[in-house]
């Protein structure tokens, strides 16, 4: 009885890390939100630069979330 209730907590906690690492992936802090914006500014849309100076992003996650966010349709 102990192992199932072992093993069911187990796959609870990586259910929920996964979530949590899906989450994290389409939110930005506001410091990251800053800094692309400020990069943007210098650079315009060289995602990887961009990428380069945010860890554990990358130039695709940017792009997406500046896609998402900012742009304009005319």
């Known amino acids: 009885m102990a192992d199932s209730e072992h093993s069911s907590s187990d796959e609870t906690s990586f259910d929920s890390s996964e979530e949590s690492s899906k989450k994290t992936e389409h939110e930005f802090s506001e410091d990251e939100e800053t800094?692309?914006?400020?990069?943007?500014?210098?650079?315009?849309?060289?995602?990887?630069?961009?990428?380069?100076?945010?860890?554990?992003?990358?130039?695709?996650?940017?792009?997406?979330?500046?896609?998402?966010?900012y742009s304009t349709s005319e």
């Not at 400020?38 to 990358?58: C, D, F, H, K, Q």
Request: no cysteine; aromatic share 12%; net charge positive.
């Open 35 to 69: 800094l692309i914006i400020r990069m943007y500014n210098l650079v315009g849309e060289r995602w990887s630069l961009i990428a380069g100076r945010i860890p554990g992003r990358t130039a695709e996650e940017i792009e997406k979330y500046w896609n998402s966010r």
